[in-house]
């Protein structure tokens, strides 16, 4: 079955560290990709979209993610974390074309002051 | 404000009431989809809607109806709830659902079934 693929469910680090979230598909093909943020208590909101063009896509509040076609992956980074990035964070892809949206299971990622 | 609006934010109900969660967005968006998220499985889609009148399942639709009689509204229905639909449901919109445009989701609902 195709799928969203994100692991290292549970993240914990402290402010300054590095954060990096990967993000397997397994769909075949062109796909669009997404990376959606949830604060705790908050709806999801969009961070970051990738289409077409430059693999490397910068998103809000520092986050960028890289597209690398070969490796089916749209790893999600930032280069030092604050209390306030503490969320959950899911990964989504949509095959083109197709008219759904399919979502990893999500990170939770803690950060402490 | 663009805005999708879910109502009610929280439901407590018992087994076999039924009940609806209303949605409606005022972006004048195409595409409608509702997701349940639940703990180590994320979010899954329960059904979704191209357009008036066209709706389609989604990969866990057993026990949920919908409709989409207007473009702004998209309602969710559990004719008889059981426990197994305890979760948070979201709603979502997006201008088209060719997967081009970011969804734009809803505050979320809480529905316990006792």
């Known amino acids: 079955a195709q799928s969203v693929s994100q692991h290292n469910h549970h993240v914990i680090l402290s402010e300054a560290a590095s954060l990096e979230l990967g993000c397997n598909y397994s769909?075949?093909?062109?796909?669009?990709l997404f990376w959606y943020v949830q604060y705790p208590g908050q709806h999801l909101q969009l961070l970051l979209k990738?289409?077409?063009?430059?693999?490397l896509v910068k998103g809000i509040k520092g986050f960028e993610a890289e597209f690398i076609k070969s490796k089916f992956s749209f790893n999600l980074r930032k280069p030092s974390v604050q209390w306030s990035d503490t969320a959950e964070y899911f990964c989504?892809?949509?095959?083109?074309?197709?008219?759904?949206?399919?979502f990893g299971k999500g990170n939770q990622v803690v950060v402490i002051p | 404000e663009a805005q999708v609006t879910q109502n009610p934010r929280y439901l407590i109900t018992v087994t076999g009431k039924k009940l609806t969660v209303t949605c409606s967005q005022n972006?004048?968006?195409?595409?409608m989809s509702w997701y349940r998220q639940d703990p180590g499985l994320g979010l899954r889609q329960i059904y979704y809607?191209?357009?008036?009148?066209?709706?389609d399942k989604g990969d866990v639709p057993e026990g949920y109806k919908v409709s989409r009689k207007e473009k702004r509204n998209f309602p969710l229905i559990l004719e008889s709830p059981s426990p197994n639909q305890t979760s948070l449901y979201f709603c979502a919109s997006s201008l088209e659902g060719r997967g081009n445009s970011p969804l734009h989701f809803g505050n979320g609902t809480r529905l316990t079934v006792t």
């Open positions: 972006m004048n968006h195409e595409y």
């Open positions: 809607s191209m357009n008036v009148e066209v709706t």
């Open positions: 769909y075949g093909g062109t796909v669009n």
């Open positions: 989504a892809v949509n095959p083109y074309g197709n008219n759904r949206l399919a």
């Open positions: 990738y289409f077409s063009g430059d693999p």
